[in-house]
C-alpha cells in the first residue's frame, strides 16, 4: 500500500511566500502531482514531478527528491484565491495509473 | 480548453435504488476514471478504464458498481442498490495516454445524496 501524509491546514498571508509539504512512502514510485481543489468543486492539476528537483510554473513550483520520498509545493506572492486545499497525489507503477491521493492541505490565505 | 463534464451536478436517491452518473471525457483522451470523496476525507480511486475494459480497481469497487463507455463519447458509473455511505462527490477523470508524464483532468463532479 502507499502512505501518503500532508499537513492538514496553514495559514499564510497575501504576498507571503507557502510551503507545502508532502512525503510519501510507495514501492514503485511512477510520478508525482499536486492539485488545488476548491471547496466544493474538482481537483484541478497544478504539477507534476517524476525526476528529483525543482519544477517552476509562475508564481506555483514543486520540488521532488524520490530518495526521501518527499515533495514540496512552493506558492509565491500568495492571493487571496490561493485560498484552497492542496493535494499531494503519488502514481504507482505497480498499480497502473491509479492516483492515491494524501488528505489534502487547507490553506488559508489571510490579508 | 477542452473539459471533462458530468451530469447530474447533483443526485438525490433514497438507499436501495439504481443511479447512473454520467461523464464525458476529453475527446482524445484514452483512459478514464472514476474518484470519489466523502465529505471531509481525501479523494478515492475508484477505477480505470481503457480499450474498453477496467484496467484497475479498488477495493471501493465491488459488486455494487459497474462502469461502462456505451457509445463514442460517454463514461459512466453506475451504483446497484446503493447505500447510505455512498453519499460522496464522484469526480470522473481522463487522460491521454497512460503512461510517463500523462496527467489526469478531472470533472466538476457529481454531489450523490443517498437518504
Known amino acids: 500500500g502507499q502512505n501518503i501524509d500532508q499537513p492538514t491546514e496553514m495559514t499564510a498571508t497575501e504576498g507571503a511566500i507557502v510551503q507545502i509539504n508532502c512525503t510519501y512512502q510507495?514501492?514503485?514510485?511512477?510520478?508525482l502531482f499536486w492539485y488545488q481543489q476548491h471547496a466544493g468543486e474538482a481537483p484541478t492539476f497544478l504539477s507534476y514531478?517524476?525526476?528529483?528537483g525543482l519544477e517552476e510554473k509562475g508564481r506555483f513550483s514543486s520540488f521532488l527528491s524520490r530518495s526521501k520520498g518527499y515533495s514540496y509545493l512552493l506558492l509565491k506572492e500568495l492571493q487571496m484565491k490561493d485560498s484552497a486545499s492542496y493535494l499531494c497525489?503519488?502514481?504507482?507503477?505497480?498499480?497502473?495509473?491509479?492516483?492515491?491521493f494524501g488528505g489534502g492541505t487547507r490553506l488559508m490565505v489571510k490579508p | 480548453e477542452p473539459e471533462v463534464t458530468q451530469t447530474p451536478s447533483h443526485q438525490v436517491t433514497q438507499m436501495g435504488q439504481e443511479v447512473i452518473l454520467r461523464c464525458v471525457p476529453i475527446?482524445?483522451?484514452?483512459?478514464f476514471y472514476w474518484y470519489r470523496q466523502i465529505l471531509g476525507q481525501k479523494v478515492e480511486f475508484l477505477v480505470s478504464?481503457?480499450?474498453?475494459?477496467?484496467s484497475e480497481k479498488s477495493e471501493i469497487f465491488d459488486d455494487q458498481f459497474s462502469v461502462e463507455r456505451p457509445d463514442g463519447s460517454n463514461f459512466t458509473l453506475k451504483i446497484r442498490s446503493t447505500k447510505l455511505e455512498d453519499s460522496a462527490m464522484y469526480f470522473c477523470?481522463?487522460?491521454?495516454w497512460g503512461g510517463g508524464t500523462d496527467t489526469q483532468y478531472f470533472g466538476p463532479g457529481t454531489r450523490l445524496t443517498v437518504l
Open positions: 477523470a481522463s487522460s491521454e
Open positions: 510507495t514501492s514503485g514510485f511512477n510520478g
Open positions: 514531478n517524476v525526476l528529483d
Open positions: 497525489a503519488v502514481r504507482d507503477g505497480n498499480a497502473g495509473n491509479m492516483l492515491t
Open positions: 475527446s482524445n483522451h484514452l483512459y
Open positions: 478504464f481503457y480499450n474498453n475494459e477496467i
